[in-house]
């Protein structure tokens, strides 16, 4: 099992932003997160990647405590964040080779990554110079440039046009047929064309967690009717 969430909630001072959340997660999953903006998708994911620290509960990851192993999990896990924080002023290669020399990789690993998302012919441009896409793909390279067994990708589409969006979601659901991916978007058609399972929150709380054909292709009708 690559997560295990263990009734966890999180306090930002008075306001409780995640109540008693727990679900599992297991290689070959691809777990797509539904939620309306300040459900709590990207705090749930901040604390999985030990961004932040819960105030209750327990995460494993690989099998061990995220807080007791912090490093250990930290090696494990492969995030994008919905800020895709990029250094604009470097390279493409350039930067993947200091994401390279953060990992103490050698950088075959770089060229494997470039190929996988395709960027060959991006990887001698800035980063400022690039599409919104492409950018996208500079930040998923980053997050398998260490080949992590978990994958934690938040919104990884938005912002894309239509032919973009096909070419990020075929990369992740390749990725996803050997490890464990949990991904958040507010496109439906998305987690139907990527995922297969599903977790919808709302006000910090996990209100459904199904697989998808569980849904019986009614995902956005469950959807609406759940976060009245």
Same mark, same amino acid.
């Given at each position: 099992?690559s &997560?295990?969430?263990?009734s966890? =909630? %999180?306090?930002?001072k008075?306001?409780?932003?995640l109540?008693k959340i727990? $679900?599992?997660a297991?290689p070959?999953d691809?777990?797509?997160?539904l939620?309306?903006n300040?459900?709590g998708k990207?705090?749930?994911?901040k604390?999985?990647?030990?961004y932040?620290?819960?105030?209750?509960?327990?995460i494993?990851?690989?099998?061990?405590?995220?807080v007791?192993h912090d490093i250990?999990?930290?090696?494990k896990i492969?995030?994008?964040?919905?800020?895709?924080?990029?250094?604009?002023?470097m390279?493409v290669?350039?930067f993947?080779e200091?994401?390279c020399d953060i990992?103490k990789?050698?950088?075959?690993?770089?060229n494997?990554? &470039?190929?996988?998302t395709?960027l =060959? %012919?991006?990887?001698?441009?800035k980063i400022k110079t690039?599409s919104k896409g $492409?950018q996208q793909?500079?930040?998923?390279?980053?997050?398998?440039?260490?080949?992590?067994?978990?994958?934690?990708?938040?919104e990884p589409?938005?912002?894309?046009?239509?032919?973009?969006?096909i070419e990020i979601?075929?990369i992740?659901?390749?990725?996803?047929?050997?490890?464990?991916i949990?991904?958040?978007?507010?496109?439906?058609q998305?987690?139907?064309a990527?995922?297969?399972?599903?977790i919808?929150i709302?006000?910090?709380?996990?209100?459904?967690?199904?697989?998808i054909?569980?849904?019986?292709?009614?995902i956005e009708?469950?959807f609406?009717?759940?976060?009245?």
């Amino acid at each position: 099992m690559s &997560i295990k969430v263990n009734s966890i =909630s %999180k306090w930002f001072k008075t306001n409780k932003a995640l109540h008693k959340i727990s $679900f599992e997660a297991n290689p070959g999953d691809i777990v797509g997160v539904l939620g309306p903006n300040g459900a709590g998708k990207s705090t749930m994911m901040k604390i999985i990647t030990g961004y932040y620290k819960q105030t209750e509960g327990t995460i494993h990851v690989c099998g061990k405590d995220t807080v007791e192993h912090d490093i250990f999990t930290k090696t494990k896990i492969g995030f994008l964040s919905e800020e895709n924080p990029l250094y604009s002023e470097m390279y493409v290669v350039e930067f993947l080779e200091f994401i390279c020399d953060i990992h103490k990789l050698d950088y075959n690993h770089c060229n494997k990554m &470039i190929e996988l998302t395709g960027l =060959s %012919k991006e990887k001698n441009k800035k980063i400022k110079t690039l599409s919104k896409g $492409f950018q996208q793909r500079v930040g998923i390279a980053q997050a398998l440039i260490h080949d992590p067994e978990v994958i934690i990708l938040d919104e990884p589409t938005s912002g894309l046009d239509p032919k973009q969006l096909i070419e990020i979601r075929n990369i992740i659901t390749n990725i996803g047929k050997e490890k464990t991916i949990l991904l958040s978007t507010h496109i439906i058609q998305e987690v139907e064309a990527m995922c297969n399972r599903i977790i919808i929150i709302n006000n910090g709380e996990i209100i459904a967690n199904k697989k998808i054909e569980e849904f019986e292709n009614k995902i956005e009708e469950v959807f609406l009717e759940l976060i009245k």
